[in-house]
């Protein structure tokens, strides 16, 4: 019903394995927007990336945001993504 957003800080552990690059991470922050309901959210995320090229990475990832408003933990939103990464 609209746009929302997603805004965090993140604590990772991310160690350099050549090519590959698994992430594992701590997250705090909030969402908001139009159609959700706007407030703090806290969970883990999970990643990897990997080297396609020198300087281009591809990823894929996985974020469990538990809303802090809730009782229970299994009522957080699952969210996944593909990164497209420019280093330099």
Request: a negative charge.
């Amino acid at each position: 019903d609209g746009l929302a957003g997603r805004s965090v800080v993140s604590l990772d552990f991310a160690p350099d394995l050549g090519i590959f690059r698994p992430a594992l991470s701590a997250n705090f922050g909030g969402i908001y927007g139009n159609g959700v309901q706007t407030g703090f959210v806290a969970g883990p995320e999970i990643s990897f990336d990997v080297n396609v090229i020198k300087g281009i990475t591809f990823g894929l990832k996985a974020v469990y945001d538990y809303q802090l408003r809730n009782a229970g933990w299994d009522e957080g939103i699952v969210w996944g993504g593909l990164d497209l990464g420019i280093r330099f």
